[in-house]
Structures are given as structure tokens and as C-alpha cells.
């Protein structure tokens, strides 16, 4: 990718203590929500849920800001390299699979892998959580409106812990392919035994992951990963939450 300049770190213990530590928040995350959801959630009312994922999110968003503390501690240098918008117009390395190209501009991947995201997002919950039913919208307009809070705050944490902070405690110490795929499984595997997940979500999720890394990656920024898993957890919440009554 166009933002290496080669290996001047080893991998050290410290390294993946930053890696198990951002995959145990995300399994922490989904655990505490089994425990605190409802077996039905449709027989949860839309402020209860809300009022969960509100302390939920707090609590966590307070994790991640803890994540980023020790990671501007142990690793300032790569901390502050990453630690901006970026450059939303960042050239791109080739990336075939995805129907990238060499040079092609991020301001057009990722609004693409935004409305692509949002689409594949829409269609899963479609299918699989709303049973091929759409709310009415007097249902479905305020469960989209408080799934953007949420969502919202959900993709800060996740872009900090298993993006961001990933990033800058291996950079330049793999290859930035690999980056991209442990954060691509760190957040994407325990997506299996998410609420309303299964393995077609967690590929999903995978696949954001994988881009909205290397978005970072390459333009020094983490705009265009935040947008990237708030398109999916939008169209999730407000999936989730145009089931209950």
C-alpha cells in the first residue's frame, strides 16, 4: 500500500497484547448484550433497548478511549501518523478483488463501499431479521432516526479498538495486508454469535473490516473507516429495532 515504508519495528509481546485486548472488548460487547437483551426481543419496548445500548455504548466508548490512551502511550510516533482526518482523496493501491484500482481516488471507494455496504447490509437484515417484511413507517422512520445515534457511536468505538488502534500498534512491523485481516477477523468472527448474526453477517463484516482498515492505511485517516461501519450498524439498528413494539 502507498502509505509503507518498510519494517523498522519487530513484533513484540506488547503487539498482540493490543490485539487479544481489542478482540476480548468486542467478545466482552456481544457477551454483556446476550446477557442484558431480552430471549423476544420483540416483546422489548424501543426505549428500553435504546436506553441498554445507550449505557452499553458509554461504558465501551470509555474502553476505547482507555484503548487509545495506552496506545498514544506505548506507540506515539504511529499514534500521531494516523491520528487525523486523513486525505479523503488518497490514491490507492490495486486491490483486484475489489475492483480497485491502482490510483483510483478513496473519495469515490469509499462513498461506493459505503452505498454498497448499505446495501448488502439492508438486504441481509431484510431477509434475515425482518422476514422479508417492511415496518410501517410510522415504525421504521423513529428506529432510524435513534438507530443513527447509535450507530454512531457504536463506529467510534469499533473504527478506535479493532481499526485504528490495530493499525498503529502493527504498523510497520507486517505487512499491511495482514493488518488488514486480523482487523478484518478481530471485529468480523465474533460476529457469529452476535445478536441476529449468523455467518453470512460476520462475513460481512469481515469484508467492511478489511476496507475500512485499509482506508486508514492509506489515508492516514479514519474518516472513511468510521463511515464505512456506521453505513452497516445504521441499517443494523435500525433493523433490530423496527422489530420491537
Known sequence: MNNAVGFRAAV?????????????LVVLFIGVKHLLY???LRLTSLKDIV?????????FALGAVGYLYLLRRFHPERF?????AGNLRARADAAPLF????GDSWLHIGAGTALISLTLTGLYAYVQMLNRTLPAPEVMIPSMLFAALLAA???FTVTAITRFGLVVCLHRTIPNG?????????????????????????L??????????????????????????FSRDWVLYTALLSMLR
Open 12 to 24: 513484540r509481546p506488547r503487539h498482540w497484547v493490543f490485539v487479544l485486548g481489542a478482540g476480548a
Open 38 to 40: 431480552p430471549a423476544d
Open 51 to 59: 436506553q441498554v445500548e445507550l449505557r452499553l455504548q458509554i461504558v
Open 80 to 84: 500521531q501518523f494516523f491520528d487525523a
Open 99 to 102: 475492483g480497485i484500482r491502482r
Open 153 to 155: 457511536g457504536s463506529a
Open 178 to 202: 495482514l493488518i488488514c485481516l486480523v482487523s478484518a477477523l478481530v471485529f468480523g468472527l465474533p460476529q457469529v454469535f452476535a445478536l441476529q448474526s449468523g455467518w453470512l453477517s460476520a
Open 204 to 229: 460481512l463484516a469481515c469484508l467492511i473490516g478489511w476496507l475500512a482498515t485499509r482506508s486508514i492505511l492509506e489515508t492516514r485517516g479514519t474518516v472513511w473507516a468510521w463511515m464505512l461501519q
